[in-house]
Structures are given as C-alpha cells and as structure tokens.
C-alpha cells in the first residue's frame, strides 16, 4: 500500500484539484471489475471499450480516486470519489503502478526484446546464455511468463502494466536479475512499458504486419522506435544492420548502439556460413576476433537471431566460451521450425511464421538444405491484417513446391474470404483448398515422399484454434504426431 500523496508526484501532468485528501491507497486499476475498497480506477479508453462509461461502477464498488481525460459531471457517483484530470491515463497507469510496486525496473536488468520476426528465439538463447553464466533470467514473451521453475500462461506477447510490474515484483523477489521481454508493437503504442526502466534493447527486423491496428508501415515503425528513443542514455541498444529501418533507428537513440548483420561495418558479424537440416555453422567476428559456431538452429534468419544474443551477451561481458556452450547445447524453441520425427524418410517442421516475411525466411530456410519437394500448410487469421494475405499467398505458391491452404485462427470472419483474399496472390496452380486444418495437414503427409520438407506454418506452439467465438483444443505438433501414427 501506498500514500495518494506519493503516488501523485510521479504524474507531471495531472492539473491540481484543490482539496485532494490524502490516503492510504491499497490498488491501482484501469478494469472496473478489480476495484476494491481505497482503490484508484483509471478511466482509459481502448479498442473496443471505454474506461470512462465504467467509472459509477468503480465507484459503486469502493474507487475513492478516478484519473479521467476530461472531467465529465454526468457521474452519478462524483460526490463519493475524488476526480483528478490527466492529459493521457494510459501513460498516468503505467507510471502509477510502477510506483505502487517499488519500480521494479530499476532493480531487475530488464532486456526489451523488438522487432517483426525472431523476439522469441533470441529470448530463448538469451536465457539459455545467462544460465550458462550462473545467471537467473525470467522470460515474458509469446510462449509464457517463466521464472525459477514456474510458468505462468501468456495472455499476451507483453502483459499491461496492471499485470507486468506485479510480475515483475515477484521476479524480482524471487532473485531474479534479468527479465527477457518481448515488447509488441501493440504495447508500445498503448503505453503499457511506459514506466519500463530497460537495461537494453534488441531491434530484430521490421516487416508487415498488424496493419490492421497500425494502419500503415510508418505508423508501425514509429510504434516500435519508442523503446529505443525512451531508453536511457546509459543503456546499449542491440540493432540489426542489414535491416532497412536501421539508419533511422540508430539516429534516434541516446543508448550506445551494437551492430550485427551478414554484411562488413558491424559489430558482430557472421561469414562462411554452412546450413544443414540438422545444424548451422558460421564464423562469427566480433572485435577483431574470429571463432567458429555450430548450432543446431538452422535458417538464414537463426543466423540473424544468434548474432543478436551474441552482440547482446559479448557486450554484457559474458565469455565467448560461455556463450558458445549455451548456443551450441541450444536444442529449440517451441513452434520455431520445431522438428517433428517421421520414420517414413521425409522431414516435418512446425513454426509459427503467419506473417510474409517469416514465411519467406522458412520456406528459404528449407529450400537450403532440402534436397526434394517443400509441401507446406498454412493460412491467414481472421480480424488481422488483411493486406497481408495476398502477399502470403504468392510467397507460399511461388517458393513452395506444393502448398494447401488452411484454416489458422479464422475468428468470427468466413473463412472461405479469408482464402479468397489469399487467392488474389497466388498466380501458379500448385496450391488446393481444405479448410479443416486436421485433414489438410494430414494431406500434406500423405504426399510427402522421401527427401521431401513438410512445413505445417502459422500457429507454431498454440496449442487452440479459435472459431467464431469458440476456443477449441487443436496443436498442429500433437495432429502432425497423431497422423504419422
């Protein structure tokens, strides 16, 4: 619990009420469901809902203090709470509840991990690294929330405030001293790492996608640069160089820039690089240096996310020799070109890849080291980005040899539309139709032959599918199994 008093001095842009009484504050919500008795309730207005028509209701239910936008006097129930106006309650919540519990931040070394493509993997490495240090990493990202052996579901890729700093607490009073977080572009549009004290940073890549909440590409971008402009300037900011949105994000950041890539002039760079269905090999050169890596990751794009975790690592002041241990007894990351056994002479992979990039970055990764036929499975969910599935379509058809598109998470949209805009892509006829994901997937092992790549793509490690309004058990590594039975 906390005073009001303290808790205000860490808004610098609340217009002072006159005779606001002082109390013990014993929460800080933004969901009027949680209100309990000497609770604040701030008013903010979402997506698809707004705090403000909630504030009786939080009221009713014991809010002595509501942050609003605009002091709206219709509230039935003003008389029973104090109101305080703030030019964004978004970012008001963040900080309130970072100081409500401790600022953990300033305490966990907390690693915001951004970017399109690869947030997961270089999350998983750096875990793998940091314990090959004596380290004790926590992980918040798409997969789950982990820490000292306890695994917490993920709601979403990075958790709001009202969620993240309690979690962050707990990491940090367990003994915890790197937090591995992905940060969407979602959460930092809306604010929700606002009140973040980030150690450093990690740029992946920046491609299509969530253009149905961003609207366009620049929008997008400058959602993603706020964690490198509010990175404090002792910070070091790990960037991808062979990115095109690299200049312009190096020029923005006060933090100390690390660079890597598969071109000259960056910090950590990979050359001679080998690939095989079973491992990658690559010179890595860092400072001058040069020492060999084999991993069993394989892919162009793996390259790019070990290079991350070994600029990020190197600059923390990990050995080499840790470093290469950690990487080199890496096995995988869920859904990430997750290997599947088949006794039947053909190669089956999993991965999450639902966006154009990602899957171009795959089917390549396969084609690489795949002498036969690529077979791929894959479809585009509902209520996103529709601009994108066209351009999926024509990178499935033309890189693939055969591909079957799919029910993903179709929603509440027809599923027959969400093919038809995939269609609009494709210009080849190596490409059928079958919307039940079971029966396509099992299609594509039956056509595959000897030699041949079968990539199951889009939902990677979910283990649901979500039709209409319904969440139904589905995970295509259990169907992949099942069908090979």
Same mark, same amino acid.
């Given at each position: ?6 808790? =205000? ?20 919500? !933004? ?10 309730? *701030? ?52 900080? =309130?509840? +970072? ?22 993997? %270089?999350?998983?490495?750096?875990? +793998? ?8 990493? !926590?992980?918040?990202?798409? *997969? ?6 306890? %695994? ?68 997008? #971008? ?5 964690? #490198? ?5 002792? +910070? ?14 190096? $020029? ?17 760079? $990979?050359?001679? &690089? ?18 060999? %890596? ?13 290079? !991350? ?20 007894? #890496? ?5 990430? =070109? ?6 039947? @002479?053909? #190669? ?9 990039? +990602? ?9 690489? *080291? ?10 585009? @969910? ?16 033309? =890189? ?40 396509? &997937?099992?299609? !594509? ?10 990539? &199951? ?8 599918? &979500? ?13 992949? $199994?099942?069908?090979?039975?």
């Amino acid at each position: 619990m906390m005073r009001l008093e303290q808790l =205000l001095k860490n808004l610098d842009d609340y217009r002072d009420q006159a005779g606001i009484k002082d109390f013990e504050v014993k929460g800080v919500t !933004a969901d009027s469901k949680n209100v309990s008795e000497d609770f604040i309730f *701030v008013a903010i207005k979402g997506t698809h809902c707004d705090g403000h028509e909630y504030i009786d209701d939080a009221i009713e239910k014991g809010a002595r203090v509501v942050l609003v936008q605009s002091h709206d006097t219709r509230h039935k129930s003003q008389e029973k709470a104090q109101f305080i106006v703030v030019n964004d309650t978004r970012k008001a919540m963040a900080r =309130l509840v +970072a100081e409500f519990y401790g600022n953990p931040s300033k305490s966990v070394r907390v690693v915001g991990i951004t970017g399109t493509n690869g947030k997961t993997t %270089i999350s998983y490495l750096l875990e +793998a690294i940091l314990r090959e240090a004596g380290k004790n990493p !926590a992980v918040i990202g798409t *997969v789950n929330y982990r820490f000292n052996q306890k %695994i917490l579901p993920s709601k979403n890729t990075t958790p709001g405030p009202q969620e993240l700093q309690p979690l962050l607490k707990e990491m940090l009073d367990s003994g915890v001293d790197y937090a591995l977080m992905e940060v969407s572009s979602h959460a930092l549009d809306q604010d929700r790492v606002g009140a973040i004290d980030f150690h450093s940073a990690i740029f992946t890549n920046l491609t299509q996608d969530h253009l149905d909440y961003h609207q366009t590409m620049e929008n997008y #971008f400058l959602a993603k640069t706020k964690l #490198f402009k509010n990175i404090h300037v002792n +910070a070091f900011a790990v960037i991808n160089n062979d990115d095109t949105y690299a200049k312009t994000l190096k $020029a923005l950041t006060r933090a100390r820039v690390i660079t890597y890539g598969l071109k000259y002039n960056v910090d950590a760079l $990979a050359k001679d &690089i080998k690939f095989d269905l079973s491992h990658t090999e690559f010179t890595l050169r860092w400072k001058g240096k040069e020492e060999k %890596i084999n991993s069993r990751l394989i892919g162009r794009h793996n390259v790019y996310n070990i290079l !991350a975790s070994v600029a990020w690592a190197m600059n923390e002041g990990i050995s080499f020799e840790l470093i290469k241990s950690a990487i080199e007894k #890496f096995d995988l990351v869920p859904g990430r =070109l997750e290997r599947i056994d088949s006794k039947k @002479g053909f #190669f089956c992979f999993v991965d999450y890849a639902h966006t154009e990039d +990602a899957l171009y970055n795959v089917i390549n990764a396969l084609k690489e *080291v795949c002498k036969q036929k690529i077979i791929l499975v894959f479809g585009c @969910g509902g209520e996103r980005d529709k601009t994108k599935r066209p351009k999926m379509g024509k990178v499935a058809t033309d =890189l693939a040899d055969s591909a079957i598109i799919t029910n993903d998470n179709p929603r509440s949209e027809d599923p027959l539309e969400i093919v038809s805009d995939i269609k609009k892509g494709i210009t080849k006829d190596n490409y059928c139709v079958i919307l039940d994901r079971r029966e396509a &997937i099992k299609k !594509a092992l039956n056509l595959a032959r000897p030699g041949d790549a079968v990539l &199951i793509a889009g939902k990677g490690h979910e283990n649901y599918q &979500i039709l209409k309004e319904q969440r139904i058990a589905f995970d295509d590594r259990e169907v992949v $199994a099942e069908c090979l039975k």
